[in-house]
């Protein structure tokens, strides 16, 4: 894998080398080994943290005690080898490794890609915040990579290989179009990082991305409160709205918490948790449709050529 400068990881190639570690919640070695051979089928070589079955003494809620999930992290990150780190599930827990993380050894390894997503949102902030590098938002090794769901795989070969993918909503809840750099992810965990040391970046001038599972509809209008009332919505230029699986109809929700903000809003997006889980890219480029429904990777030029920061798109240059 080649850093194409910018401090942005690049495309992956077959033949890469590829880590999987467990940041957050414990995994299942059965669905474990069958995601990797997922991976094995795209073409990458795969290698495991060495704590990647661990299970937290007296928190089995974890998977193995902080400071060794933190210690698979930072060695995969910091491994010349490893082109990629591949998250194998969420649940909880990553935020907790985010102290025990040596940063300035971090920052002066090639910047890579990782790819997880839910709680993993911890990580997609801290890394984008600390570090400056886009990440990868989409379905994890021991979840739906495990289960080969054909649409999750070929969107995710496209992320990681290739220059990405559109992602089509259902919905429109206010018209227009936007770019921007994507920001955001699982709104509990974005929430959750407020008035902390990894606090995401308020997301003025970017198109922020919100999605969650299992929220009752008075949660989701408080979380929104809250990153209103923190002034993270401040000047942003757009919003794309996940899977909000058993969390009830938000419509209404959404149109009066989001609504007076005044941009475009795209809904029904299929990333984020349930059974359709597609890649997107965080703290890249993206164009904002809300008019025919779609998230392009990528800005067009006049020519309509997609455009973006080096790297911030699998194979694509500026």
Not at 222 to 245: H, N, S
């Amino acid at each position: 894998m080649r850093d194409p400068g910018g401090g942005q990881p690049s495309s992956l190639h077959a033949g890469d080398r590829v880590a999987v570690v467990a940041p957050s919640g414990p995994v299942d070695s059965d669905r474990l080994e069958r995601g990797a051979a997922v991976l094995r089928s795209l073409g990458l070589d795969v290698t495991f943290g060495r704590h990647v079955l661990d299970v937290a003494p007296g928190l089995p809620h974890l998977a193995g005690t902080d400071a060794d999930r933190a210690a698979d992290l930072q060695a995969a990150w910091c491994d010349p080898e490893i082109a990629a780190v591949f998250c194998a599930r969420g649940g909880y827990g990553a935020a907790r490794v985010l102290d025990h993380l040596d940063w300035a050894a971090l920052g002066r390894a090639t910047p890579k890609l990782l790819h997880g997503s839910s709680d993993i949102t911890a990580l997609h902030v801290a890394f984008g915040r600390r570090l400056g590098v886009a990440t990868s938002f989409g379905p994890m090794v021991a979840s739906l990579i495990a289960d080969g769901e054909p649409e999750a795989l070929d969107h995710l070969r496209a992320a990681i290989f290739d220059r990405g993918a559109p992602v089509a909503g259902t919905h429109a809840l206010r018209a227009g179009r936007a770019t921007g750099t994507l920001t955001g992810g699982n709104l509990a965990l974005l929430t959750s990082l407020l008035a902390t040391p990894y606090a995401p970046e308020p997301a003025t001038g970017r198109i922020a991305f919100l999605e969650d599972v299992g929220e009752a509809p008075y949660r989701v209008d408080r979380m929104l409160t809250q990153l209103r009332q923190a002034g993270w919505f401040d000047g942003v230029a757009g919003i794309v709205l996940g899977t909000w699986t058993g969390c009830g109809d938000l419509d209404a929700v959404f149109a009066d918490r989001l609504g007076p903000l005044g941009v475009p809003i795209l809904a029904g997006v299929p990333v984020g948790h349930g059974p359709r889980q597609l890649t997107i890219r965080l703290g890249a480029s993206v164009m904002l449709d809300a008019d025919a429904l779609v998230l392009h990777p990528g800005v067009p030029d006049a020519r309509g050529r997609r455009s973006g920061p080096p790297g911030a798109f699998a194979g694509e240059t500026p």
